[in-house]
T-cell receptor, first 116, second 120 residues
Framework: DARVTQTPRHKVTEMGQEVTMRCQPI?????VFWYRQTMMQGLELLAY????????DSGMPKDRFSAEMPDATLATLKIQPSEPRDSAVYFC??????????????FGAGSRLTVL | AQTVTQSQPEMSVQEAETVTLSCTYD???????LFWYKQPPSRQMILVIR??????QNATENRFSVNFQKAAKSFSLKISDSQLGDAAMYFC?????????????????FGKGTLLTVNP
């Protein structure tokens, strides 16, 4: 089965350090999403891309977060500098958007980030 | 903006019994998609079932079925013959059709989730 691959699965870092999370979407998918999951806020959309172009990153703190797609096989989410409140599970999801709109998103296994 | 509400933070069911998880949503759109995702302890988000708003027939997938009430903006999930492996967090999600806005509203909006426990 095709899958979305995320690395790292787990990351523990100290406050102030840079963190980069990576996602390999399913080959042929043209849309990539980054979600953050916390106990308090649930699943929040941070950013998403279509055909590698950012469509919406309004959910992302701009001062410390950045999301990019350097090519069709890689999406990155970077936090610099990291803070304890960034501790969460970060999910990447990809999908194939067409005019039918009936497409399903496939999620990666998530990256659990702990900032001490 | 669309909102999704799951009013049951936790539910429990006896193995082999039936359980229904509730979901309501708020939208001004007439066409959209609704989903139920399952998240077991492994953290993986797994699609359980989906429903297109323009279809009156309720979607079914084996032991999983939905009761879609468009006028009431309700989308409940029924799990029949519950199994131990059904224990997980269940999320209801809403999505606009991409054709409405050129793809910019393609995002999923999730409810807060319902934690389902299956008792042996």
């Amino acid at each position: 089965d095709a899958r979305v691959t995320q690395t790292p699965r787990h990351k523990v870092t100290e406050m102030g350090q840079e963190v980069t999370m990576r996602c390999q979407p399913i080959l042929g998918h043209n849309t990539v999403f980054w979600y953050r999951q916390t106990m308090m806020q649930g699943l929040e959309l941070l950013a998403y891309f279509r055909n590698r172009a950012p469509l919406d990153d309004s959910g992302m703190p701009k001062d410390r977060f950045s999301a990019e797609m350097p090519d069709a096989t890689l999406a990155t989410l970077k936090i610099q500098p990291s803070e304890p409140r960034d501790s969460a599970v970060y999910f990447c999801a990809s999908g194939l958007v067409g005019l039918s709109g009936a497409n399903v998103l496939t999620f990666g296994a998530g990256s659990r980030l702990t900032v001490l | 903006a669309q909102t999704v509400t799951q009013s049951q933070p936790e539910m429990s069911v006896q193995e082999a019994e039936t359980v229904t998880l509730s979901c309501t949503y708020d939208t001004s759109e007439s066409d959209y998609y609704l989903f139920w995702y399952k998240q077991p302890p492994s953290r993986q988000m797994i699609l359980v079932i989906r429903q297109e708003a323009y279809k009156q027939q309720n979607a079914t997938e084996n032991r999983f079925s939905v009761n879609f009430q468009k006028a009431a903006k309700s989308f409940s999930l029924k799990i029949s013959d519950s199994q131990l492996g059904d224990a997980a967090m269940y999320f209801c999600a809403y999505r606009s059709p991409s054709i409405n806005s050129g793809g910019s509203n393609y995002k999923l909006t999730f409810g807060k989730g319902t934690l389902l426990t299956v008792n042996p």
